[in-house]
């Protein structure tokens, strides 16, 4: 079992920026892809972004398009995601995922993903 942990998340003004990390512990870590999500108070989880683990194929929800950028050290085993222009819309807990093997499923579902990490939020003020 692969286990995740985010840092980063923290309280910052409209416009801001942010930059969340995501670490992954194993052995032998080699997955699918890599993603986070977020989630609302009172919504449902969303997907924000992903990537595949080899290659250069990156994701984005329309929603960030433009303002957040995911990347990856495959050395650390560490997935980024980094935070700009931030909007008090984005404010939610940001869960950093990992696909182990290809699911068949839209790598914005996140039915595809088996490993969750615990989750950091991120909070933009108004």
């Known amino acids: 079992q692969v286990r995740l942990v985010e840092s980063g998340g923290g309280l910052v003004q409209t416009g801001g920026s942010l930059r969340l990390s995501c670490a992954a512990s194993?052995?032998?870590?080699?997955?699918?892809?890599m993603g986070w999500f977020r989630q609302a108070p009172g919504k449902e989880r969303e997907f924000v972004a992903a990537?595949?683990?080899?290659?250069?194929?990156?994701y984005y929800a329309d929603s960030v398009k433009g303002r957040f950028t995911i990347s990856r050290d495959n050395t650390k085993n560490t997935v980024f995601l980094q935070m700009n222009s931030l909007k008090p819309e984005d404010t939610a807990t940001y869960y950093c995922?990992?696909?182990?093997?290809?699911?068949?499923?839209?790598?914005?579902?996140?039915?595809?993903?088996?490993?969750w990490g615990q989750g950091t939020q991120v909070t933009v003020s108004s």
């Open positions: 990537l595949r683990w080899s290659g250069d194929r990156t």
């Open positions: 194993g052995r032998t870590f080699s997955p699918y892809a």
């Open positions: 995922t990992s696909q182990r093997n290809f699911q068949g499923t839209s790598i914005d579902a996140a039915a595809g993903y088996d490993s």
